[in-house]
């Protein structure tokens, strides 16, 4: 949707809300005059995020993004925490019924993703401080008589049915646990916009039906005007959705995705997808990321670089972006020595282990030392026999924590052990391996 042009007013505040996301490619749908309500001042706009998952997804992380661009265009983000909408389940964006958590785990989920989206908003003081508020607290006190006459009269059937994420799931079937979700959404809207003004719901361009679902709600029961903002759905240059890896989700918890492999997340995307990211997750100016481009056309994998390594940081922290770097320095590093291997931290090498092969072997095996060639070939399987363990200590191949084995009666004790647990084992320079006494 074109957007209206800046107020002298707005200039003075570096306000405009819909021109950041048409220039980052981030606008789906709006409804028609929202420009000219955000021009006049500060709106206050919420996402609701269900908490059905463990932590918050890099998915996830493209509404905090939008919310996070709203805060630094002046406006107040408000976040909604589905205490309630995560007992249900959307259909939106399923072809089947999802399995319902139990309270008590949506209930851990939902403090833990608290805890990680306070780390991208300002909750500080200040006229557009952050907000955050549990819809679970609309609907405890509420009786399904008081639900089936105050909210369940608001919409028909028919009006419900003609939404895409319930057109959808006709063929396969929906409960009506699931097709009551957007009664819920659109009530959350109505609350919000009673109890703190709340004109505004965004999210991705799936949940346009329940978010319009909302403005509907405050239109019949308010006489009120609502607005909604959707972002187009993020998918990667091969069609494949956004957010996943080979391995599964990529999360923004260190417990479930590394640091490190959230960071070879973005050093491993397409080259065709690192424009688009670039634009959907950078907090840098657009001059800036233009320039950027322009200087480093010709060398994707430096623009993909600089991505992960504002990410990483943003998301974990300056420590762990350096950490990575101090785990692809021996992985990748063309000259990594016994310097760079012995400052690596218990959970660096954990990190290590994870990415090369590695073998277990019992910590008793060390106490009174263990030969090296059987150590190769007996007890790891790092070489197939003791042969060709010997011909590779001969052809001075074999290297321990970074030093040479130079003899076949060469013995590992439990002083080789790094953080009393972990040895480095290398055959030549680009073979790698990490040996895990248990």
């Not at 998915?59 to 993004?65: C, D, H, K, L, R």
């Not at 095996?365 to 070489?383: K, P, Q, Y």
Request: hydrophobic content about 35%; some cysteine.
């Amino acid at each position: 949707m074109p957007v209206a042009k800046k107020t002298t007013e707005q200039n003075n505040r570096g306000m405009n809300f819909l021109e950041e996301l048409e220039w980052r490619g981030m606008l789906q749908d709006a409804t028609p005059g929202l420009d000219e309500v955000l021009n006049k001042g500060r709106v206050t706009g919420y996402i609701g995020f269900d908490p059905t998952a463990p932590a918050l997804t890099i998915g996830n992380y493209v509404q905090i993004m939008l919310l996070s661009l709203f805060q630094r265009s002046g406006h107040q983000p408000l976040v909604l925490m589905g205490g309630a909408t995560g007992r249900i389940g959307d259909p939106s964006g399923r072809d089947s019924e999802r399995e319902l958590k139990t309270f008590e785990e949506l209930d851990a989920n939902l403090e833990h993703q608290k805890k990680q989206i306070r780390k991208f908003l300002s909750f500080e003081e200040g006229p557009n401080k952050a907000l955050m508020v549990n819809n679970l607290d609309f609907y405890k006190s509420m009786n399904v008589l008081d639900f089936l006459r105050d909210v369940g009269k608001t919409l028909t059937v028919n009006y419900m049915m003609s939404k895409e994420s319930v057109q959808k799931r006709l063929d396969s079937g929906i409960s009506f646990t699931e097709f009551s979700y957007q009664l819920l959404q659109a009530y959350d809207f109505q609350v919000l916009y009673q109890k703190y003004n709340c004109i505004l719901q965004m999210g991705g361009s799936d949940q346009w039906g329940n978010i319009t679902s909302g403005t509907e709600f405050i239109r019949r029961n308010l006489g009120e005007k609502a607005y909604a903002v959707t972002t187009p759905l993020l998918t990667k240059a091969d069609g494949s959705k956004f957010g996943k890896s080979m391995g599964g989700n990529i999360w923004l918890d260190p417990e479930l995705t590394t640091p490190y492999k959230f960071y070879q997340f973005w050093i491993n995307a397409d080259d065709a997808d690192t424009p688009k990211f670039t634009r959907y997750f950078t907090l840098k100016p657009r001059a800036e990321i233009e320039a950027r481009e322009q200087e480093h056309a010709g060398n994707p994998q430096e623009l993909k670089r600089l991505l992960a390594e504002e990410l990483t940081v943003r998301v974990h922290s300056e420590e762990d972006y350096r950490s990575v770097l101090r785990v692809s320095q021996l992985l990748f590093g063309r000259n990594a020595t016994k310097e760079n291997l012995l400052e690596l931290g218990q959970g660096e090498l954990a990190t290590v282990a994870a990415e090369i092969p590695s073998f277990t072997i019992p910590r008793g095996l060390l106490a009174n030392g263990a030969n090296i060639v059987d150590l190769l070939a007996e007890h790891t399987g790092i070489l197939p026999s003791k042969g060709e363990a010997r011909r590779a200590i001969q052809g001075n191949a074999i290297s321990v924590n970074k030093d040479k084995v130079d003899s076949h009666e060469h013995t590992v004790s439990h002083e080789a052990l790094l953080h009393g647990r972990y040895i480095m084992v290398e055959n030549g320079k680009k073979n790698k391996y990490i040996v895990v006494a248990e």
